[in-house]
Nanobody, 123 residues
Framework: QVQPVESGGGSVQAGGSLRLSCTASGITYKWMAWFRQAPGKEREGVAYIAADGNTYYADSVKARFTISRDNAKTTLSLQMNSLKPEDTALYYC???????????????????WGQGTQVTVSS
């Protein structure tokens, strides 16, 4: 299957905003999520959007990040506001054509991954 591709990463000062996007060449995956991984750290779930539109967030990003899809459900977005240095990481989008089997925040339940886009937040 077609793997997702992320874009929108960059460098920003603390308190700033970035918007990440992810697409899979027109392929619609009904279940998608954002993960991030800092050097030397394990990959962690950031946000998840299910086929029914329900969203889920890691406690560390609640009220600051928003996951969404476009009307055609071909593009996944992550709006990141009030960024903190601890948000610095390589951000990945993950996709599945069926409901994830297990905790959404577990990387192992996601079969399709993007290459990642770097987000760097300076203080």
């Amino acid at each position: 299957q077609v793997q997702p591709v992320e874009s929108g990463g960059g460098s920003v000062q603390a308190g700033g905003s970035l918007r990440l996007s992810c697409t899979a060449s027109g392929i619609t995956y009904k279940w998608m999520a954002w993960f991030r991984q800092a050097p030397g750290k394990e990959r962690e779930g950031v946000a998840y959007i299910a086929a029914d539109g329900n969203t889920y967030y890691a406690d560390s990003v609640k009220a600051r990040f928003t996951i969404s899809r476009d009307n055609a459900k071909t593009t996944l977005s992550l709006q990141m506001n009030s960024l903190k240095p601890e948000d610095t990481a390589l951000y990945y989008c993950a996709a599945n054509g069926v409901p994830p089997r297990g905790y959404w925040s577990s990387p192992g339940v996601w079969p399709y991954w993007g290459q990642g886009t770097q987000v760097t937040v300076s203080s």
